[in-house]
């Protein structure tokens, strides 16, 4: 390990955020199948599952301001900007890496460096989560919390009943992303090598 | 003869059209009936007949009738004095009249078969086992909630939840908001619903979305709602009966078959038109049969990718 080059990429605030909304995240995906699906026994308590669910979410936004300006204010957020250049072909070539050049012993076609944090595939799914998914999930969460600000009525659909089904269709693709998220970052030097990096701060090239 | 016979008979008939014609204008024309002249007013007058003077008072509020609400109600066929004594004709009205034993609904409804499907004889059953007779005996009629001027069938023939739990609201509203009223019934104050009910989240909409007796009731399969009215320290106070798939509202507030045949419309319309949402309750299949397809596919392109990995390095 001594010959392999080191990069900070990910600063203490960075990794004090990422801990928080693993965390977060983790509780409202239990917490929300746990409603969604409630019977007459369930393991957690209604109450208890609609409680963890709302202080988690507050969590997990307040998280959000801090990752939104934390991004705003540091070079963090140059990491998440999409090129026009190569838009299609780059994650193509990613995604083709995945599934059929990693087996064959090709080089892996996006080297990490200081400009470069992110891998194209991953980078864009980070920004569907991130700058998507969650301010939606987020929005629509609020909303719920403080449902007599929602329309009654749109389109003579109940208005909590769309935001209700917005709310869970995003917290479900968030919950598929987490899958992903913790099966690819196995895919490194070694299968704990990235989670060791997300604690540590330093990634190995 | 046989000619006589015939006419007789069609102005016996004319008189009848008439005169239910005469009602039903009458509830519209409130200025020319009898009673409702004074009963729809705030105010009345009359000659007095000691003074010879005009006399102009109020009404009494709790006697002042909402002749709209009148002709929409079930009983609008009635005239007044097919309940009340006809000797109310007359005013001043003779106080003895008050102490005349009027129709309870059972006189009417009870053991009638054409009246057979809401169960009366089984309500009145369960009326009694409720904290209202423990309360108030046999004083507390039907009419305390039910009135029997102004009641529409509201929660059998509306396809639209909220009206039904509006208009069903209403009726525990109208003693439970009201200091005298609650009073007259209990003999205490009346205890702020607001306050009682601080352990509800998101009070406002649940009490928008679903009656009263949805928890303040023992639910009965043969019945559409139990007429043993809970009080607070019986009622229901579990989220997960409502809040689950097999929400206990299937039962209560969805029984009707109004609302039954509005779910049955076909999945994609039940989905869209969905006038309320519950968690826990309102699942759409389709939706959850997509997120298992999508969620296991993901989990099998993860094991394969795995395996390839292990085995292919």
Redesign the interface.
């Known amino acids: 390990m001594g010959t392999t080059e080191k990069i900070y990429f990910y600063p203490v605030w960075l990794r004090v955020w990422h801990g928080i909304n693993a965390l977060g995240i983790i509780i409202l995906i239990i917490t929300g199948i746990s409603?969604?699906?409630?019977?007459?026994s369930?393991v957690i308590?209604?109450?208890l599952a609609?409680n963890m669910h709302n202080i988690a979410g507050v969590v997990v936004f307040l998280g959000y301001l801090v990752f939104f300006i934390g991004n705003m204010v540091t070079k963090n957020g140059k990491y998440y900007l999409i090129k026009i250049k190569g838009f299609f072909k780059n994650p193509i070539k990613q995604g083709i890496y995945?599934?059929w050049g990693?087996?064959h012993g090709e080089k892996y076609p996006f080297p990490l460096s200081e400009k470069r944090k992110f891998n194209p595939l991953q980078k864009y799914f980070y920004v569907l989560v991130m700058y998507m998914a969650v301010p939606v999930v987020i929005v629509t969460g609020i909303a719920l919390l403080f449902?007599?600000i929602i329309l009654d009525?749109v389109y003579?659909?109940?208005g909590?009943?769309m935001t209700?089904?917005l709310h869970s269709?995003m917290g479900?693709f968030i919950s598929?992303f987490l899958?992903?998220h913790l099966?690819v970052a196995s895919?490194g030097k070694s299968p704990v090598e990235n989670f060791r990096s997300i604690i540590t701060g330093w990634h190995h090239v | 003869m046989k000619m006589k016979y015939c006419l007789f008979s069609v102005f016996l008939l004319s008189l009848f059209f008439f005169q239910e014609n005469l009602k039903a204008q009458s509830y519209q024309n409130a200025q020319h009936h009898a009673c409702l002249k004074c009963h729809s007013n705030q105010s009345y007058s009359f000659q007095n007949s000691v003074t010879g003077n005009e006399v102009k008072r109020l009404m009494n509020p709790y006697y002042i009738l909402d002749t709209v609400a009148i002709s929409a109600g079930v009983h609008k066929q009635f005239d007044c004095t097919d309940c009340h004594s006809s000797e109310y004709g007359s005013y001043p009205h003779q106080a003895n009249l008050k102490l005349e034993p009027l129709s309870t609904c059972l006189d009417c409804h009870g053991g009638d078969a054409s009246f057979a499907k809401y169960k009366f004889e089984q309500i009145q059953e369960e009326v009694k086992k409720s904290v209202h007779y423990k309360v108030y005996g046999e004083n507390f009629s039907c009419t305390k909630c039910h009135s029997q001027h102004t009641y529409v069938a509201t929660a059998r023939n509306s396809d639209n939840v909220l009206d039904i739990v509006d208009y069903n609201n209403k009726m525990c509203l109208s003693c439970h908001n009201d200091m005298k009223k609650y009073k007259m019934v209990s003999g205490h104050d009346n205890p702020k619903l607001v306050q009682v009910h601080d352990w509800l989240p998101n009070q406002e909409l649940h009490f928008r979305h679903v009656r009263c007796v949805e928890c303040h009731t023992e639910v009965v399969d043969s019945l559409m709602v139990s007429h043993n009215i809970l009080g607070k320290d019986h009622a229901l106070k579990k989220c997960a009966e409502c809040h689950s798939a097999n929400s206990r509202l299937k039962a209560s507030l969805y029984k009707y078959e109004n609302l039954q045949k509005r779910l049955e419309k076909g999945s994609i319309h039940t989905v869209l038109s969905n006038s309320s949402y519950m968690i826990g309750t309102h699942q759409s299949p389709m939706l959850k049969l997509l997120s298992f397809v999508i969620f296991f596919a993901v989990l099998s392109g993860v094991i394969i990718h795995s395996l390839f990995r292990i085995f292919k390095k």
Not at chain 1, 35 to 40: A, K
């Open positions: 409603m969604q699906s409630s019977s007459e369930p308590g209604f109450n609609v995945y599934s990693m087996f449902p007599e009525e003579g659909i109940s909590v009943f209700a089904i269709a479900f598929i899958i992903i099966y895919i």
